[in-house]
């Protein structure tokens, strides 16, 4: 995935020369990294955009709920919740009818909840 990664403008750890040394030699931090990345933009659909955050999540048919908490956002703190069962999309307990894009400007000041459906 390492040209995938480049392509995207996204360093991946075959692109750092060797040798390299200390903890990131051990692919530790890059290793971290990368699965953070695959939980933010892979399973959320997380994608920064212009006015906010765009969020298309992918929760495994398994799975009957999936949580990425206290995300900082322009300023604004937010936190996805995914549930299988949830019948409506919402931000902070109202419609969420903007989607995908969760715009900074909508958001209030401190915690802000997004509750949406499989």
């Known amino acids: 995935m390492g040209a995938e990664e480049l392509a995207e403008g996204l360093p991946a750890a075959e692109s750092y020369p060797r040798p390299i040394t200390g903890i990131t030699g051990g692919g530790y931090v890059w290793t971290a990294g990368r699965a953070l990345r695959a939980l933010s933009f892979g399973l959320f659909g997380l994608s920064p955009v212009e006015d906010g955050l765009e969020v298309e999540p992918h929760l495994p048919s398994a799975w009957e709920r999936m949580t990425l908490a206290h995300l900082p956002l322009r300023g604004h703190t937010l936190t996805i919740e995914v549930r299988a069962g949830a019948k409506l999309d919402t931000l902070n307990g109202r419609p969420w009818v903007a989607k995908p894009v969760v715009e900074a ?14």
């Open 105 to 118: 400007s909508a958001l209030a000041s401190g915690e802000n909840r997004l509750v949406l459906p499989r």
